[in-house]
Nanobody, 124 residues
Framework: QVRLVESGGGLVQPGGSLRLSCATS????????MGWFRQAPGKEREFVAA????????FYADSVKGRFTISRDNAKESILLQMNAQKPEDTAVYCC?????????????????WGQGTQVTVSS
């Protein structure tokens, strides 16, 4: 059974940092694009960042570029999202997802596997 399990969410003050982790199991995601999406209350699901599992290509939404960093831990078969200089508008449920090869990685409908999500709240 394929599973993606997020962890690391919580409450952080504006300007603070959090690191999210997405643990994968059930299959090998080599060559898959691994992405992070977020959804705030009353808003549509939004692309945050993505990386090709076996490559060096990473890309970000303009709203997080320069503040967030996506990376992978091959030994633990997990994807990380380091979030710095956080803003209240970063508040959302963050989900990791996996898309098969050949997808752009920017659109939620390209992704086959999804985690349940972890809540991130940025507030003073």
């Amino acid at each position: 059974q394929v599973r993606l399990v997020e962890s690391g969410g919580g409450l952080v003050q504006p300007g603070g940092s959090l690191r999210l982790s997405c643990a994968t199991s059930g299959r090998t995601f080599s060559s898959y694009t691994m992405g992070w999406f977020r959804q705030a209350p009353g808003k549509e699901r939004e692309f945050v960042a993505a990386t090709i599992w076996s490559g060096e290509n990473t890309f970000y939404a303009d709203s997080v570029k320069g503040r967030f960093t996506i990376s992978r831990d091959n030994a633990k078969e997990s994807i990380l999202l380091q979030m710095n200089a956080q803003k209240p508008e970063d508040t959302a449920v963050y989900c990791c997802a996996a898309a098969p090869p050949g997808q752009s990685g920017r659109y939620f409908y390209e992704y086959t596997y999804w985690g349940q999500g972890t809540q991130v709240t940025v507030s003073s």
